[in-house]
């Protein structure tokens, strides 16, 4: 009989979070387009030069190490940064369930996230920055589960600068690409 921890079970467990991560991806986007009848994004998509696509995703990838060591470092010291059993799991998954999450992550959070909660929270304020910090803590607090408090601060941080993009230049794809990268990075290597 295999422990409860066993690689098997872990496997077991984290197809089952993906497929409910889906799942609540199509009943958002079914939501937007059967309830609320507009688009799953709300804001129109700007197209910009492969070089622009580049040198965006550089410098969020290079902001998000920054981030982390600003992080991370006082934490450390801290001790208050030492309880990753949940993320140590994931490192023991096959490569390909590794991709399935990642693809699963970068996708389904940037769009729930950055594409569905921003717009939607700015409809009730008058300042955009509400959407973005809100829609930030959400997804840190999405991120719970993960159990360090600097993982959470990060999300918060991650949150906050990706959503600063997205309002910014109204570019989900970019987001996606650099959160699948950071997200590869980190759980592949």
Same mark, same amino acid.
């Given at each position: 009989?295999?422990? +409860?921890?066993? $690689?098997?079970? /872990? $496997? %077991? ?5 993906? %497929?409910? #991560?889906?799942?609540? +991806? ?13 688009? +799953? ?5 700007? *197209? ?8 965006? #995703? ?9 981030? &982390?060591? #600003?992080?991370?470092?006082?934490? /450390? /010291? ?36 950055? %594409? ?8 009730? +304020?008058?300042?955009?920055?509400? %959407?973005?910090?809100?829609? $930030?803590? &959400? ?30 230049? *109204? /570019? ?18």
């Amino acid at each position: 009989m295999l422990p +409860f921890h066993s $690689a098997t079970s /872990n $496997a %077991g467990r984290f197809l089952i979070s993906r %497929g409910l #991560i889906w799942t609540f +991806f199509t009943a958002i986007y079914l939501w937007a387009l059967k309830i609320e009848r507009v688009s +799953f994004l709300l804001l129109d998509e700007r *197209r910009y030069t492969f070089d622009f696509y580049i040198i965006w #995703i550089v410098v969020l990838l290079a902001s998000n190490y920054v981030i &982390a060591g #600003i992080i991370s470092t006082p934490l /450390n /010291n801290l001790h208050w940064n030492n309880s990753q059993q949940q993320v140590l799991k994931l490192y023991h998954l096959p490569p390909t369930l590794k991709l399935f999450g990642v693809i699963t992550a970068s996708i389904t959070e940037e769009l729930i996230f950055r %594409g569905y909660l921003i717009p939607r929270i700015q409809l009730f +304020f008058e300042d955009a920055r509400y %959407g973005i910090v809100l829609s $930030a803590l &959400a997804f840190s607090l999405g991120h719970l589960g993960y159990g360090t408090m600097g993982y959470i601060l990060y999300t918060l941080a991650f949150g906050i600068l990706f959503g600063w993009h997205y309002q910014k230049y *109204r /570019n989900i794809k970019i987001l996606i690409a650099c959160h699948f990268l950071l997200d590869y990075y980190l759980l592949l290597f």
